[in-house]
């Protein structure tokens, strides 16, 4: 195994605070010149994460591709294929149905929109989603270097297996070509480690970025609806993901969240799934244990097609629009939100805000005023960060397990 850099997770918490800190003191001081706050703004931060997040997704297609090849070109067992891809997608799915549905029930207790008056102003432009259609012929790429060009993962997921099984079936022709592509995979993972040694300034980066220029008010007007959407995450990270893993599994839940630690705070200061693969992948293979061949198919099509905390902020956003507006949802419309919810947040893009663009389908579906949308931008940012660290959290459950009903978990990495 490839060795990790030393203490890596308590200096990335270093500069997340430290990056808190400076970014706090230069959004609030009024004594240092406007031209200094500028540079470190600009020159620091934002560059400095650009560059980050740059170096991040610069790996997620290579390490896809290598990974899921010489995952799927080494199986012998091609059923085990077909029951991943059940066991995930099912799974997937079903842990977003639970998400939403959590969304709206602690949404029509607490009411987070009654009572509130704004006069709402439309955003400058509506964003627009994707249907359902375009998400299921993305899966289809025609152009594969067009599709890996654009991060399409699910397009590079899909040609990924097809090239893996086609080398499977034709090693003895090709003197086991297949091997070339585990030493690939190998050396992307040395990169990924060499990448994420740079993380402490990258977070520090990050995370000052984001304070320096919204400051820490992350309620605005809208206090109740992200009160109650904190809460809704942290009751699905924590009990739902507990509870899912104790019934599938006999793993301590103590270990597994304290491993997560370190790619939930990427995700945290990345607001990004798919900048946050690498991660993940590696913290799933090295740390718990994940089969590489399950965890190269799981994790990539996870951060793309599973987004529970999105899902909770689409829950929580239409209950808050809709009661702001007067509109009593049936519970018919609420069923049909979960059935929205979950289609739309597989083609949601695992990037920053993008949930908020999904959005926008299932306030049309009901007819919601969608000016309304700007309270929710406005608010957007922290919670971003929050929901994508719940969604990679989701990813790594579901690849355990994945792992561990195949038999594919290895509990000394895990227990280790
Ligand atoms: N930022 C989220 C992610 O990458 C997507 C979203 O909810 O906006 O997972």
Known sequence: MIDAPKNLTRNILLGMLVGFVLGAILYYSNFLPLRLKEFIEIYVFNLGSSIFVNLLKLLIVPLVFFSLVSGISSLTNMTSLGNI?????SLYLSTTAIAVTLSLIIGSIFKPGSGYSSNISPPDKLPQGQGIYETILDIFPSNIIEAMANNQMLAVV???IL?????NKTNHLTNNFSESFEKLNTVFMQLVIMIISFAPIGVFCLIGKFVIADGLDIFQEAFKYVTLLILVLFIHAFVTYSLILKMFTNLSLFTFFKKMREVAIFAFSTSSSAATIPVTLKTVQDNLGVNKNVASFVIPV???INMDGTAIMQGMATIFIAQMSGIDLS?????????????????????PSAGTITLVIILQQFGLPLEAIGIILAVDRILDMLRTSVNVTGDAAVACIVANSEGLLDKNIYNK
């Not at 891809?85 to 997608?89: N, P, R, S, Y």
């Not at 059935?339 to 893009?349: F, H």
Request: charged share 5%.
């Open 158 to 160: 899909f040609f990924s």
């Open 85 to 89: 891809t059940l066991k995930t997608v």
């Open 163 to 167: 090239f893996g099984l086609a080398l």
């Open 331 to 351: 519970l018919i419309q609420y069923v049909q939100v979960v059935i929205l919810a979950v289609v739309t947040s597989i083609g949601t893009a695992a990037v």
């Open 302 to 304: 996870g951060a793309t």
